[in-house]
């Protein structure tokens, strides 16, 4: 099992470009999850979709920020346009549900750095 | 209503010594409350993880305690070695899946 996977794995660019995260969760995981950690605010839950379909968007910090999930093996986060407050690390976790303790399996990591 | 309060932020212990973490949170409606550790540039790992029905679970050397009454849940590590050394997050949430993190508490564990 290759577990999840992000990629890029580092992400450098420029204020004012689009940035594309992408992920791909755990076969047969049917809830996917993004997070952004900083030494400021931590981990931080954006979005999460269950079967393909976003449930909880709440925490995605403003309208520059979007996600999609078009099939179940593929995920999004787009920012656009960035700005250097958005560097962080962005991590993808992905879970099946209907289980009594849902454990969340976490991908390594988008490190993203905004100029 | 939605925080979690993780306290301390760093720690010091020295091998075979006991290592607490501590957590709060205000929300009566969590019902899960998992336990994450990450190691330098990876992504966190379930360590272990509680439901408010139980007042204690153990896995090897990790024991959450947890006093529903209190609204407060800790990490014990047994026996810290140096491999334990990472960054530890408690976290809650409902039904497993809208998750609140803890901040962090860096553990080192002295050889």
């Known amino acids: 099992d290759a577990g999840v996977i992000q990629s890029p794995r580092h992400e450098v660019t420029e204020m004012g470009q689009e940035v594309t995260l992408r992920c791909k969760p755990i076969?047969?995981?049917?809830?996917l999850f993004w997070y952004r950690q900083t030494m400021m605010r931590g981990l931080e839950l954006l979005i999460y979709?269950?079967?393909?379909?976003?449930?909880?968007d709440s925490g995605m910090p403003e309208d520059r920020f979007s996600a999609k999930m078009p099939n179940a093996s593929f995920s999004t986060l787009k920012i656009q346009p960035s700005e250097p407050r958005d560097s962080a690390v962005y991590f993808c976790a992905s879970s099946l549900g209907g289980r009594i303790y849902n454990e969340q399996f976490f991908g390594p990591g988008t490190r993203l750095t905004v100029l | 209503q939605q925080q979690v309060k993780q306290s301390p932020q760093s720690l010091i212990v020295q091998k075979g010594g006991i290592s607490i973490i501590n957590c709060a949170y205000e929300n009566t409606a969590f019902d899960y409350f998992p336990w994450y550790q990450q190691f330098p540039g990876k992504g966190p790992a379930l360590l272990i993880a509680?439901?408010?029905?139980?007042s204690e679970k153990k896995e090897g050397r990790f024991t959450i305690s947890f006093n529903k009454s209190a609204k407060q849940f800790s990490l014990h590590i047994m026996d810290s070695q140096p491999g334990d050394s990472a960054t530890y997050f408690c976290a809650a949430s409902k039904g497993g899946f809208k998750t609140i993190f803890g901040a962090g508490t860096r553990l080192f564990v002295k050889a």
């Open positions: 076969s047969g995981h049917d809830y």
């Open positions: 509680i439901r408010p029905d139980v």
């Open positions: 979709f269950n079967n393909n379909v976003p449930i909880d």
